[in-house]
């Protein structure tokens, strides 16, 4: 009795810690998502995954036990055994004594073995429930490794794991893979035994577990129910079935959720319910079956039909799934594929569907008698063959005897339907394509002309400053510069006259000073300073990417933390009415990982000042109070932070801030949406502009700025990158307040269906571009990852004509270059520049193409941020017949100078080395200008500096102290013809590092 006692107090104390911690998370997700202003996003999110849960869970135990209910009901009891060896004296089985016995159910005994078929022998009835069984342990281990890829986080938008089971191909990948893997060969062949042995129990488990998984995985899918109830029209159709994009986007997928689903269900209630049957009667130990009986029969004529309808569900989805199939010379339905699969599946389905209907006839009107029923095991078993034809033999022939010898002519119609559909998933088609061709004719005066261009070339790379930021900047240990952002701000400069200031364009370098826990002292690693003292980062500095100070050091427009009330130190007093700074502290930002407590007795260290730190306490809108004792107990719960409960250092006002890392916040509010992998830093004052929403009004100007997209894997014919995207559309800008943690997501690309989509799922969460402050909307800029992944497409993807891109005779690629001493893939660049054909400057992103497998240039891609331009996209295409030098060559020729290596070798000894930087190609008016800054730098305690610049144009190069001194060197008057290669200017002595 007290060991019942005790089990019943664990179950108890179990439930009510289970309820505990759910009941502390719910009301903890709910005040945080209050917190942010959208706790409408989240309960709707929550209803729809709960309200999918409950539903699917329902009805697959309703379905699943229902049915093995029934087959229990109608199954072979177990006294009533088969005797192999039957008497032959009365020629009586003791089945049948046991049938004739007073003590047997009479008309249990007629219901059970009246109509039943032939017995089932040993040799035939091993073979069959093993095959069942391996069948089961098939589906558990596909189901399984769906539901273990969602456990370890490895399915996102793109990632669809719903294959069909019962794809022909499927089950033989499947089956290669159990076979291929000991572990599976050992899982498959434990869960026959178990299931040969236990089956009962095994079965009604694995029926409860299936159920809890299909709810669990499929309620991890609610944005697609929400999208397909939300759909909008894309009005623009596929060419095989002429449907609009917006079925394969919003409806297909959850099709093939449903798909998922019931096919689990009804094979698993198939193959359950079979073994059931044929295990009945102690069958093995006795090495015989009775046969099916009656109503076993009429039940498994239902479960089959069921299932064939399932099948037929499959293959009628398999119909549209041609569209992203990879068979061809490009992606999409091929020649065969429209030939020969898609015929084939049409009446794969159109059987299956009689099949179906034939075996559900039979269960409403069944016949014990009947002759037709022999006629399924036939029917079923030509189903198979023609599968495995229309599916491998037909397909095969097809493609070897008929497209293969006119491969080219067959394949035509369905290259231009990719090569369209793609160029419009990716918005390839919006790109704009010219022809430059560079005239080598510019001059100093067009330099001068040009003299914004030239102060906006980036000398200084991310990597190097960071490293000079932290040697410089960090001034304490637990500071650290994560990033550098390339923006552009509007400067004013010392007035060339009396009456007005004037303003310019500078590109800067800005970086984020941030608190890192993890840097602190392990001895100042306390739980008062952990959540009370070290709460926020501090500043940030700004760099022009042009100009040195002495000694080869960056130089600072913003630097250092000034304890004489201006928070931070600037270079002038232009710059500080250029560049708004307040108060710049930063509680949310792209590495802080930690939950903190503001507004307690504690004083949080705000800033060091001398030998001594300046203290603060939070007054923004951002956390959550926590000074009652419910919300106290609800936090420490759902944090597991039991410390919460027992510390005096709490007040009324106290708060608690987590989620305060950027990437985690914007993806707890919105996980539909992809968002870019480089957030950037804004300095700005949102407040001076009436009738737009204004951020909570405080003395802090920091913004962190962050793109999201919207993408798909299910657009027709678009073939997928190597993420498995074959639809963008960069459709979201994000704002996060450094200081109050406040989100807002503005819609930046209002044509998109799928964000239209997201719209009216939820109203109160985007608001139109416009509505962004304009001092934050002077710098959104082109996302970096949105503008590769339409870089890499364009490789293939700017080739409209068919034949060429059968040949792939003009693919792309993108260069390398030499970065210190590696050799890596150029990467994009922003540039301040005037565009061919255009007259002013302005900020762009650039990336250069040579053709594939060659270094000379052949294009270039620009991605326009400014303005009313923003988001243009033009193609500048280099003319075939002449050479254009790209990075590599311009790289080799740099490195073969004889001078020029000669002073790099010397720089590589000693305990320093020489870093080549960034090669950045410049377009000016009808010309290129090679720039690339070279850094030195100690092997210890790196402080890199500015040594070098080496300029490139047509047939010279330069290598000078200063980019002035280099243009200088190219475009100085000749005497006498130019050699091939000039030497480096005369140089003053190299500064001690």
């Known amino acids: 009795m007290s060991l019942k006692w005790c089990f019943r107090a664990i179950f108890l104390s179990l439930g009510l810690w289970l309820f505990l911690d759910l009941a502390s998370h719910l009301g903890a997700e709910i005040l945080w998502f209050q917190e942010v202003s959208y706790l409408p996003t989240f309960l709707v999110r929550l209803i729809t995954k709960c309200a999918l849960w409950v539903g699917v869970v329902s009805v697959s135990l309703g379905y699943l036990l229902g049915n093995l209910a029934l087959a229990e009901r109608w199954k072979y009891p177990y006294f009533l055994k088969s005797e192999p060896a039957r008497s032959q004296d009365t020629g009586l089985s003791k089945e049948i004594a046991a049938f004739l016995s007073p003590q047997y159910d009479k008309n249990n005994g007629k219901s059970l073995l009246e109509g039943g078929n032939k017995s089932i022998k040993l040799p035939w009835l091993l073979p069959i429930t093993l095959c069942l069984s391996f069948l089961l342990g098939l589906m558990v281990t596909h189901y399984g490794l769906v539901a273990t890829s969602y456990w370890q986080g490895q399915i996102n938008q793109v990632s669809s794991p719903f294959t069909i089971l019962f794809r022909p191909e499927i089950v033989g990948n499947l089956s290669i893979k159990i076979i291929s893997q000991p572990q599976y060969i050992c899982l498959a062949v434990v869960m026959m035994i178990a299931l040969l042995i236990y089956y009962r129990f095994f079965l009604w488990a694995i029926a409860v577990v299936f159920s809890l998984g299909f709810g669990w995985m499929i309620s991890k899918n609610w944005d697609k129910l929400l999208l397909y109830f939300h759909s909008q029209p894309f009005n623009s159709t596929e060419p095989l079935f002429s449907k609009d994009i917006s079925f394969y986007i919003f409806s297909l997928p959850l099709w093939e959720l449903l798909a998922f689903w019931l096919i689990g269900l009804s094979f698993y209630a198939f193959v359950s319910v079979a073994l059931t049957y044929l295990l009945s009667g102690d069958s093995l130990s006795q090495g015989i079956y009775l046969g099916l009986s009656a109503p076993q029969k009429r039940h498994l004529f239902g479960l089959g039909g069921g299932l064939m309808l399932m099948v037929a569900f499959s293959y009628w989805l398999s119909r549209y799934e041609l569209v992203y199939s990879p068979r061809g010379v490009s992606f999409g339905a091929s020649f065969t594929d429209v030939m020969a699969e898609l015929p084939t599946d049409t009446i794969l389905c159109v059987l299956a569907v009689a099949i179906a209907f034939y075996l559900l006839s039979q269960t409403l009107f069944f016949k014990p008698k009947s002759k037709h029923h022999q006629w399924i095991i036939s029917g079923i078993g030509i189903y198979l063959m023609l599968t495995i034809a229309g ?73 190097p400053l960071l490293k000079t930021n932290r040697q410089l900047q960090q001034i304490r240990p637990y500071y650290r510069f994560p990033d550098a952002d390339i923006d552009r701000y509007i400067i004013n400069t010392e007035p060339k006259q009396k009456t007005n200031l004037t303003t310019e364009k500078r590109q800067v370098l800005i970086a984020a000073r941030e608190l890192d826990y993890n840097a602190v002292p392990e001895q100042a690693k306390t739980w008062v300073n952990r959540n009370f003292v070290y709460t926020h980062g501090y500043g940030f500095t700004m760099s022009p990417v042009n100009t040195v100070a002495p000694g080869g050091l960056p130089e600072y427009f913003v630097k250092d933390i000034s304890g004489n009330g201006s928070a931070l130190t600037t270079s002038s007093a232009e710059i500080r009415a250029s560049i708004p700074i307040g108060e710049p502290r930063i509680y949310y930002g792209e590495i802080a990982n930690t939950h903190v407590m503001t507004g307690t007795k504690v004083k949080e260290l705000d800033y060091p000042s001398g030998s001594d730190n300046v203290y603060t306490t939070y007054d923004g809108k951002g956390g959550i109070r926590i000074g009652s004792l ?60 009436p009738g737009q929403e204004k951020f909570p009004d405080n003395k802090n100007y920091l913004y962190w700025i962050v793109d999201a997209y919207t993408i798909s894997d299910r657009y027709p014919y678009s073939d997928q990158n190597n993420e498995g995207i074959n639809y963008i559309r960069n459709s979201v800008k994000v704002v996060i307040d450094a200081y109050n943690g406040t989100v807002k997501f503005y819609v930046a690309e209002p044509k998109d269906p799928l964000i239209n989509a997201w719209s009216q799922i939820f109203p109160e969460m985007f608001q139109p571009l416009a509505q962004m402050p304009a001092n934050l909307r002077s710098h959104i800029r082109y996302p970096v990852d949105f503008f590769k992944i339409q870089a890499e497409r364009l490789m293939i993807y700017h080739i409209t004509n068919p034949q060429v891109f059968y040949n792939r005779e003009d693919q792309w690629q993108i260069p390398n270059e030499i970065y210190g001493t590696e050799s890596r893939e150029l990467e994009p660049y922003y540039l301040i520049t005037s565009l061919p054909d255009v007259d002013f400057e302005e900020f762009i992103l650039l990336l250069p193409y040579t053709p594939k497998q060659r270094t000379n240039l052949t294009a270039w891609l620009a991605a326009r941020s400014d303005g009313e331009n923003y988001g243009k996209l033009l193609l500048y295409n280099f003319p075939k017949e002449r050479l254009i030098y790209g990075p590599e060559q311009i790289e080799a020729r740099i490195n073969q100078d004889p001078v020029i290596s000669q002073q790099i070798s010397l720089w590589n000894r000693q305990g320093s080395r020489a870093i080549q930087g960034n090669l950045l190609i410049v377009p000016i008016k009808q010309s290129l200008l090679y720039v690339e800054p070279i850094y030195l730098e100690a092997t210890q305690n790196s402080l890199p500096t500015l040594v070098r610049v080496v300029v490139a144009y047509e047939n010279r190069i330069v290598m000078a102290q200063t980019l002035e001194q280099a243009l200088e060197g190219i475009f100085k008057p000749e005497v006498t013809p130019a050699p091939a290669i000039i030497r480096p200017v005369e140089e003053e002595e190299i500064p001690p590092i």
Do not use: C
Request: glycine share 0%.
């Open 391 to 463: 599916d491998f033999i037909i397909p095969v022939i097809v493609q070897s005897l008929i497209v293969q010898p006119n491969e080219l002519q067959r394949e035509t119609p369905y290259i231009k339907r990719t090569i369209a559909l793609t160029r419009q998933a990716f918005d390839l088609q919006a790109i704009e394509a010219k022809t430059f061709n560079p005239k080598g004719k510019l001059t100093q005066a067009d330099i001068e002309a040009n003299d914004l261009t030239i102060r906006n070339i980036r000398l200084w790379d991310q990597k």
């Open 630 to 689: 419910w919300r106290r107990w609800l936090f420490s719960t759902y944090l597991k932070d039991w410390r919460m409960i027992f510390t005096r250092d709490f007040l009324p006002q106290t708060k608690i801030l987590f989620r305060r890392n950027i990437q985690e916040r914007i993806r707890e509010i919105a996980p539909f949406l992809k968002f870019d992998s480089e957030p950037y830093l804004v300095t700005a004052d949102t407040h001076p502009n």
